[in-house]
């Protein structure tokens, strides 16, 4: 930062001035003194004002003296929220002050009567203030004069008073240098850690106790911001109250007050410092550092006695009350900022967010692209590319460097090991130094990548080093320090640096310059200054050095000069007797070696041979000079609103042979006007000639210029133009130069020439010009016109006005945007038509098939794609959206024989999904009953094994036995139509069911379900109605389903059959029946010992009481032996005649007179028993007729 003093205010009667406050958001400044005085000021620019910034004048826009107090003023302070000045004097009266009108009016007085007042502090949101007096006495009060709480500290002597950020903490300073902290109730909690006192120990006063309330952001994250700074100079800042380990400072100066800037980045301390150098005399002083405790400059203040000082509202100016005068100075603020490639970036911290944030600026455009970096060290630019130096966040105290492009976008990045206090960059190399090293990255971007280079050009160990800034290196593969001495600190630290393609200089504390060459780094010359150089530049063609000290002070260095010393050894370079003061920014012109400008306080200066101009009122920051023109930003106007930068911020200023040109192009002859740039040569000069020679059609002057300026494009267009003979089209050949299109584009019609108006108007890409051409002419090309249409079209759909770009897609006959147009308005309908309107074979069909496949319109998907004869693509449409139907009928309509394939393989997706009754749906749409009927047998396995509803089980065997009957009845057909005998039929039979066996994973189970696809079906189906016939009490029916289900026991469990049937046969007093299914139960394998036991008790219960003989035993006739037999054995043991079972009653048929059969499953029931059924009990299939 730099910092100069601005202005001066006295104030009457020589009246001493004891405290100033500065009002951070409406600007007024207020000052007390002596005898009452209390004065409100405030300083504004004139709206009018062409100078923007600092550099406009401002004046006393207010200057009202405020009565009421008699005595001394000590304290004032501002609550900026609510608008209110709160003063009080040495009596204790406190008078609070409000604006009403344009003017400060009393609002409240209190007056104690008993002690002084020594501090008075708002809270951060300007509700309460705390109170504190001399003896002791500290209140609380709230913003509209109630009192919220008073406390009387016994015996304490209280100095000052500060309010926590978050108002949860007030902290008191006493008169014997303590600091104690209490809680907004008036608690103690605990005393303040002071530890920069050290062996003086406690005694000295606090003088300032300020803690910043984070209101516009931290400069990095735990920052430290309370500040508790003692009359004898000594100073301590902490990041909160119970920081143990504060940042120490001491000013070697008698303090008199301290004060945080508007973003807690500068802390400046004001009082007297005494030089023993001239006549031992104490000097006025404001020291600035940073948070950190890093000293920023020291200002020097004329006067006896400062007392006060206080920042304006964002910190560019700070007010001190010295003597009888306030004294105004002016801050440039170091932002951390650059400039490339017509991109301003700067930084800026945000209260809501840890990180910085970084704003590249396109000034071109006004588009602005933001990142955030947290802690953002520095940054430096050139070319294209602009470089950030941040410290990592990752506990391993590297720091990285990032190359960014011109909207932000990293192109690069590098970690190091040193600290990169300093940054430099070149179009190809990025410079970082510490205190005692430097560092060089030769850098690869995008470009240089894409451009042809030589393999051997850049040898990829010398694209970073890392040198001591005490070695001497040649240039040579030197190998100077290794390890931790490569690292070791050095009495002389460096302190700045610049560099250009050819030399590097770095800057070192006692005033030592160091030359190196690049690319290889050889130090190749030393210099020496007379002061601490804070800033370097090098011209263009590196030949001479600018250098700033740490006071403002401007120098140059001629590099390459050679001298003698006292001594008579030859010396390199010699500085310039040349000097400017107050100097905080310069810039080398990029084109001429002798041109430069430079910021001098509120004036920019340019010098051409060391001789200036006429200076102009700025203070802006220099970005760029070059063509005679400077280019400039304001940065503090940029900062007051970081968010929305604007074009007014942006300054270009021009030189005053580029003004004297105009002025002489404008008034006297071209001779004349040549004449003058001959003298005072410039390309820019020349080129303002040439176009003033062009405007006038003086051809031969205006091609010398351009010869002159090594313009080749004007050389050329000069000798097209003097080819033409209309003297209007010359005209308008001229104003097209000139950018004048709509002028160039009248003259060409005015002269009939509409053909070169459109061809001007293509170039320009103006397609909606050129259709109005078109159409205004008589005769228009089509080829012309669909084109224009198109671009118009392609104008609309980069906006995403897709209807607007339909209409100029139709008309142009452009089906392809026309298809994209339709899909992002989702007009499929169109789509539809246009997929009619196409030919066939349209190599637009897939594109727009494919477009309907996206959104799950199948159909008009597989419409597209056999237009253009795609089969498999439409077949492959329909899998993909689980069409399996269509699929498979496409597959046979074409004759695709991988259709199979196809369904296996999604089939076995669908199966590794567990998605078995998608699968099984599959395979029955893609006539794979066999498959299917597996799945099936396989679900109804695990559900009966897993004791699920029965009913459930049952439908699942019934479907699978429906699939196995419906592929065998198409098995036979298929024989037949093919003229093959029964037995082939069954051999094809055979056949399938010997692959679907292998298949099965479920054993001999499932494949005698082929011989048999119903039996599951009847297990279940009689195990339902044993049930059922046993709870409507036929207890005796019960049990004959129940010696029937016996034959389904590789179906259903065991112990179910047996339990029930024991259960039936008990209930029917059958014991005899019931004693064997009770053995049956005892011996079964798979049931636990506890069951076992159980129906052993069981057993042992009911054949205690009954025998175990049947009480009744029904018989029947053999139909085929005539052999007597019980009813209810489903097999003759004389004769092996099997009998069916009724699928009504359970029982077996032996009178096969009167017998229904279903048709469905082949079935059998008495008809007697179906005569009121009308549906099949097994199957249940409609029974149409008995």
Excluded at 106 to 130: F, H, L, P, Y
Excluded at 650 to 657: A, F, G, P, Q, W
């Amino acid at each position: 930062m730099f910092i100069y003093l601005s202005k001066k205010i006295a104030i009457p009667n020589n009246t001493r001035l004891r405290c100033v406050g500065w009002n951070k958001d409406q600007g007024y400044i207020a000052c007390g003194g002596d005898e009452g005085l209390l004065k409100v000021l405030k300083l504004e620019a004139g709206k009018d004002a062409k100078v923007k910034g600092l550099a406009a004048p401002s004046n006393l826009s207010m200057n009202q003296t405020l009565e009421g107090h008699t005595g001394t003023i000590q304290v004032v302070t501002w609550n900026e929220s609510h608008q209110k000045l709160t003063s009080s004097d040495q009596s204790g009266l406190i008078i609070v002050w409000m604006l009403y009108k344009g003017s400060w009016y009393e609002e409240m007085i209190n007056n104690r009567n008993k002690s002084v007042v020594r501090g008075m502090a708002w809270n951060t949101d300007g509700q309460k203030i705390c109170i504190v007096y001399e003896d002791g006495a500290v209140i609380v009060g709230s913003v509209d004069g109630n009192r919220i709480w008073g406390k009387e500290l016994k015996g304490q002597h209280l100095m000052g008073v500060e309010w926590s950020p978050d108002s949860c903490l007030l902290l008191f300073s006493l008169h014997n240098g303590e600091v104690h902290v209490y809680d907004n109730t008036g608690g103690f909690v605990s005393r303040l850690n002071i530890q920069c006192l050290g062996s003086l120990g406690l005694g000295a006063m606090v003088v300032g106790l300020t803690w910043y309330n984070g209101r516009n952001g931290y400069v990095e994250p735990d920052c430290p911001t309370l500040a508790i700074c003692y009359d004898n100079g000594r100073m301590q800042i902490m990041r909160n109250e119970s920081d143990d380990m504060p940042v120490l400072i001491d000013t070697g100066m008698s303090v008199c007050a301290c004060q945080w800037n508007h973003n807690g980045s500068v802390m400046a301390v004001a009082g007297t410092l005494h030089l023993s150098g001239m006549g031992e005399k104490d000097c006025n002083v404001v020291q600035f550092y940073t948070p950190f405790g890093e000293h920023l400059r020291t200002l020097k203040v004329p006067g006896k006695q400062i007392t006060a000082c206080s920042w304006e509202g964002g910190s560019l100016r700070i007010a001190l009350a010295v003597d009888s005068f306030i004294y105004f100075a002016n801050i440039r603020p170091d932002y951390r900022w650059c400039y490339f490639a017509n991109t301003v970036v700067y930084t800026y911290t945000k209260p809501d967010r840890s990180e910085a944030c970084v704003t590249f600026w396109d000034t071109r455009n006004n588009e602005h692209f933001i990142k955030h970096i947290k802690y953002l060290m520095g940054m430096a630019s050139s070319g294209d590319h602009c470089i950030l130096a941040v410290r990592t966040d990752d506990g391993s105290g590297q720091f990285g460097l990032i190359i960014c492009n011109a909207i932000g976008t990293p192109v690069d990045s590098k970690y190091i090991d040193i600290e990169p206090h300093y940054l430099a960059m070149t179009n190809n190399y990025v410079f970082a130094a510490s205190k005692e090293n430097f560092y060089l990255w030769h850098f690869k971007t995008p470009k240089a990548h894409s451009s042809i280079e030589l393999a051997s050009a850049i040898k990829t160990d010398r694209q970073e080093r890392l040198y001591h800034i005490d070695d001497t290196p040649t240039g040579v593969s030197d190998v100077f320090r290794e390890g931790d001495k490569l690292y070791e600190a050095t009495s002389d630290p460096i302190c700045c640096m610049t560099a250009s393609e050819r030399i590097l200089v770095i800057g070192r504390e006692s005033g030592a310059l160091q030359r190196y060459t690049l690319p290889h780094v050889a130090l190749t010359a030393r210099y020496s200054l007379p002061c601490r150089p804070h800033r370097l530049a090098l011209n263009c063609n590196s030949s001479r050095l600018a250098i700033i000290d740490i006071t403002g002070l401007l120098t140059f260095l001629d590099l390459d000069t050679r001298s003698s010393d006292n001594n008579g050894s030859e010396v390199m370079g010699s500085i310039l007797k040349f000097e400017r003061k107050d100097v905080w920014d310069m810039c080398w012109a990029q084109d001429n070696p002798e041109l430069f400008a430079m910021m001098e306080k509120t004036r920019m200066y340019v010098f051409r041979n060391m001789d200036p101009e006429e200076p102009v009122a700025s203070s802006g920051y220099l970005c760029s000079f070059q063509d005679l023109e400077i280019h400039a930003v304001l940065l503090d106007e940029v900062m007051r609103e970081p968010e929305s930068p604007t074009t007014d911020h942006l300054l270009t200023l021009e030189v005053k042979s580029l003004r004297d040109t105009r002025d002489l192009l404008e008034k006297v002859s071209i001779k004349d006007a040549a004449a003058f740039i001959d003298e005072n040569p410039h390309p820019r000069l020349w080129r303002l000639l040439a176009e003033a020679a062009l405007e006038k059609q003086d051809l031969k002057n205006a091609e010398a210029a351009f010869v002159r300026c090594k313009d080749y494009p004007g050389i050329q267009l000069v000798k097209r133009i003097s080819n033409i003979q209309n003297e209007t089209l010359r005209k308008a050949e001229v104003a097209a130069y000139f950018k004048d299109f709509d002028e160039a584009e009248r003259l060409y019609l005015e002269v009939d020439r509409r053909d070169i108006a459109i061809s001007l108007r293509r170039k320009l890409g103006d397609s909606f010009r050129v259709v109005q051409l078109l159409k205004s002419g008589s005769s228009g090309d089509d080829v012309q016109m669909e084109e224009a249409l198109n671009n118009i079209g392609h104008y609309y759909a980069d906006r995403h006005k897709w209807e607007d770009a339909v209409k100029q897609f139709e008309a142009a006959h452009n089906h392809e945007m026309l298809a994209v147009c339709y899909y992002q308005l989702e007009d499929f309908e169109a789509l539809e038509s246009l997929v009619r309107s196409l030919p066939d074979n349209s190599h637009l069909l897939p594109t727009i098939a494919d477009m309907f496949t996206s959104v799950g319109m199948s159909q008009q998907a597989v419409a597209a794609y056999m237009k253009c004869n795609r089969v498999k693509s439409a077949i492959d449409t329909c899998v993909a959206l689980n069409q399996w139907h269509e699929a498979v009928e496409l597959a046979k309509q074409h004759n695709v024989t991988e259709i199979s394939a196809l369904l296996a393989r999604y089939a076995s997706h669908l199966l590794e999904k567990g998605n078995r009754l998608q699968a099984i749906e599959l395979y029955r749409k893609a006539d794979k009953l066999l498959d299917a009927a597996k799945l099936l047998y396989q679900i109804a396995e695990e559900e009966g094994k897993k004791k699920a509803r029965p009913l459930r089980v049952k439908k699942l065997y019934l479907l699978a036995a429906q699939l196995v009957q419906e592929h065998n009845a198409r098995m036979k057909n298929v024989m037949k139509e093919a003229g093959g005998s029964r037995s082939a039929a069954l051999m094809g039979l055979f056949d399938e069911g010997n692959g679907l066996t292998t298949d099965l994973e479920g054993g001999s189970t499932q494949a005698n379900m082929l011989d048999n696809p119903w039996k599951g079906a009847e297990a279940y189906h009689f195990f339902l109605l044993a049930q059922r016939q046993l709870y409507e009490g036929y207890v005796d029916a019960a049990m004959k389903t129940c010696l029937h289900l016996r034959e389904y026991d590789g179906i259903l469990d065991p112990e179910d059959i047996y339990a029930l049937l024991a259960l039936a046969s008990c209930a029917n007093r059958a014991f005899a029946t019931c004693s064997r299914a009770f053995i049956k139960l005892e011996a079964l394998s798979e049931i636990s010992q506890n069951k076992k036991e159980a129906y052993e008790d069981l057993a042992m219960n009911i054949f205690m009481k009954y025998s175990p003989k049947d009480s009744r035993s029904n018989r029947a006739e053999c139909t085929s032996c005539e052999t007597m037999i019980p009813d209810w054995v489903s097999v003759c043991p004389s004769c092996n005649t099997r009998f069916a079972s009724c699928i009504v009653t359970g029982r077996p048929i032996m009178d096969v007179t009167a017998v229904w059969t279903c048709p469905a499953c082949s079935h059998s029931a008495l008809e007697q028993d179906m005569t009121m059924r009308t549906h099949c009990p097994l199957c249940h299939a409609v029974i149409t007729s008995h």
